[in-house]
């Protein structure tokens, strides 16, 4: 596949991009499903699942928010030192990215510890289901996420980190910070 920068001449795109492309593209299917259903879900309840909602913590979401929201930005800023072929900006951006990443997990967990000391797990009702499925699901992709940007972290220590796998990262990075952003009105403030 061709595409054309402006004012560049028409050039292939990096094979790797393109295989995140699709990999993203196939995880939005897989996402989309989900969230298709816990709306058909939600809208067949007629309001119950408002009660169920505001046992949430919509504060402790905002900080996550906050959290992933900012973990996309040093993303941005770690792509943009590899652009200037900056490997020690890299690294700690890149670093900086993966604290963010397990400060999520850690708030994520201490969300799953107090909805769990109140009783409300998968079984209890169809909307924990979704909950747990939801946000469980968004957890593994940020671990994953985690796991690539600390690999590139390590690639970045070496000098051997690349413009194309911190591109790449990035992508998949935004994409998890996206999904949360779905989920976040979704869950947290649709009560």
């Known amino acids: 596949m061709t595409y054309a920068a402006e004012g560049q001449t028409n050039r292939e795109m990096p094979f790797a991009k393109m295989a995140m492309w699709w990999f993203l593209a196939s ?3 897989t996402f989309g499903g989900f969230l298709a259903s816990y709306l058909l879900f939600r809208a067949a309840a ?13 504060w402790l979401a905002t900080v996550n928010t906050v959290v992933l929201l900012t973990s996309s930005l040093t993303i941005v800023k770690a792509h943009q030192a590899m652009q200037h072929d900056d490997q020690v900006k890299a690294k ?30 998968p079984l209890t009702h169809i909307f924990w289901s979704f909950y747990y499925a939801l946000t469980g699901l968004h957890a593994l992709h940020v671990i994953a996420g985690i796991v690539v940007n600390a690999v590139l972290f390590v690639h970045a220590s070496k000098g051997k980190l690349t413009l194309a796998r911190a591109e790449a990262a990035g992508l998949y990075w935004h994409f998890v910070d996206i ?13």
Request: no cysteine.
């Open 92 to 121: 700690k951006l890149l670093g900086i990215t993966v604290i963010l990443g397990v400060a999520f997990l850690g708030f994520k967990a201490v969300e799953y510890s107090i909805e769990l000391s109140h009783g409300y797990t």
């Open 179 to 191: 999904i949360w952003v779905f989920l976040f009105p979704l869950l947290y403030l649709s009560y």
């Open 27 to 29: 995880e939005v299917m």
């Open 46 to 58: 007629h309001g119950a699942w408002s009660e169920l909602a505001a046992h949430l913590n919509p």
